[in-house]
């Protein structure tokens, strides 16, 4: 499975946001410098992110975006699954996939259907909270 850069930037633009959670406004300007994210890329992550309701944004003057949530409500999986989409290893699990005819006698479908719960599983558990505290290589196994 690889998260595209999509992804991978609507969490670290979230967890930007999360950080500076002071109720205001934040220009995505200064997410983009602080983060070193191309400001159109965040521009086309944003409308996204907006439409299903983690974060509002404000025009002009004082304008930018903030959080709608406190930052424990954001589960990483929502996150991803809103930008990636299925986050399914393998096409046959994919919600509303057509049913495979090789199913019954696949020897690797279990392993692919445990691998999906387990990636399901761990991104369910983290939130962006969770990632303020320090997120770094260190507090994971790699």
């Not at 205001?24 to 602080?34: L, N, W």
């Not at 409308?47 to 954001?74: A, C, D, F, I, M």
């Amino acid at each position: 499975m690889i998260v595209s850069t999509r992804g991978r930037y609507a969490l670290r633009v979230l967890v930007d946001l999360a950080e500076q959670c002071s109720g205001v406004f934040i220009p995505m300007k200064d997410v983009a410098q602080r983060q070193e994210i191309s400001l159109k890329y965040i521009e086309r992550i944003m409308p996204v992110l907006t439409k299903n309701g983690l974060v509002e944004g404000q025009h002009g003057k004082g304008g930018g975006y903030r959080l709608v949530k406190s930052p424990e409500e954001y589960r990483v999986g929502d996150i991803l699954r809103l930008t990636e989409g299925d986050l399914a290893p393998v096409a046959c699990l994919e919600c509303g996939a057509k049913a495979c005819t090789r199913a019954a006698e696949c020897r690797t479908l279990p392993m692919w259907a445990e691998f999906y719960k387990l990636a399901t599983d761990y991104f369910n558990s983290i939130t962006l909270a969770d990632l303020m505290k320090g997120g770094g290589a260190d507090n994971y196994s790699i």
